[in-house]
């Protein structure tokens, strides 16, 4: 009886683990400070949401959306995998971007899971007629203050498109000599960002190295295979900084392990 006691205890333990690990969103802040900030953007917040795989948190998703308030974000950038390609459901991959809207301007990427649904068309429609900014290969002036940055997205490669090809589309209209925040789904084209240029880039799609272990950090990625270089946190190389974020979601692998769903702010801060 002890002995089924003990196993029953167990798993019960490992239940609410792995449970505490897939639903405990934590806000994880940076602040990236550059002479490149202009004035009127000192203090600006950006809040980070990415693979959210259709996930779900709370009830009409209560919970996302009020950590996302907290963090009184003055944008909101979705780095793709709202949805999940394994459990398509629109409407509720929406729910949360609904409210999102409610709170600030929203600039959407698609990630891999989007393309690989063959429903990006239907995606963009649904994002636009809420309100969503969608940055398919493209550019957007902010203005605040009277000065401006460039908010830059670029689509998922598994489209088919090289990254480079991507960036070469979206920059066409770019005033380089504005900060330059772009929004692309994958980390693993760090490189390619860096000779862009880039200032500042928001990606996701590694999901924290889904199993994360102290001194190794995350331990395997797609497109980075075991032990990827970004999985979490800030990446800088030359005059580019990535924010790299362990999402919200999961999708083939169902839990994460030490490895807690987030949200990432950026406050810009000007020198």
């Known amino acids: 009886m002890k002995k089924l006691l003990t196993i029953f205890c167990l798993i019960i333990g490992v239940y609410l683990f ?18 490149q900030v202009p004035k009127s953007f000192d203090g600006f917040r950006i809040t980070q949401v990415s693979d959210l795989h259709d996930a779900v ?3 009409n998703q209560d919970k996302l959306v009020k950590k996302v308030q907290a963090t009184n974000p003055d ?45 990006v ?5 649904a994002m636009q007629k809420i309100g969503v900014h969608i940055l398919p290969n493209t550019s957007h002036i902010l203005e605040r203050g009277g000065d401006k940055i460039n908010i830059i997205g670029i689509e998922d490669p598994l489209n088919g498109d090289e990254t ?5 589309t979206a920059m066409a209209e770019v005033d380089p000599s504005l900060l330059k925040l772009l929004l692309a789904h994958r980390p693993e084209k760090f490189y390619t960002y860096v000779v862009n240029e880039m200032d500042l880039v928001f990606s996701g799609h590694a999901h ?23 999985t979490a946190g800030l990446y800088e190389e030359d005059k580019t900084t990535m924010a790299v974020s362990r999402g919200l979601g999961n999708s083939t692998v169902p839990f994460r392990i030490f490895n807690l769903p987030e949200i990432v702010v950026v406050e810009l801060k000007s020198k």
């Open 18 to 35: 792995l449970h505490i690990n897939n639903y405990w969103i934590v806000t994880t802040e940076h602040v990236y400070k550059s002479d």
């Open 57 to 59: 948190f709370g009830d």
């Open 75 to 119: 944008v909101i950038f979705i780095t793709g995998d709202v949805i999940d390609s394994n459990r398509y459901d629109l409407q509720q991959s929406m729910a949360a971007v609904k409210q999102f809207v409610e709170l600030a301007d929203v600039y959407y990427v698609i990630g891999n899971h989007e393309v690989a649904t063959n429903q």
């Open 121 to 125: 068309s239907e995606i963009y429609d």
């Open 164 to 168: 480079q090809t991507m960036l070469n």
């Open 208 to 230: 924290g190295g889904q199993v994360r272990l102290p001194f190794v950090g995350g331990l395997v990625a797609p497109g980075q295979g075991f032990l990827p270089t970004y």
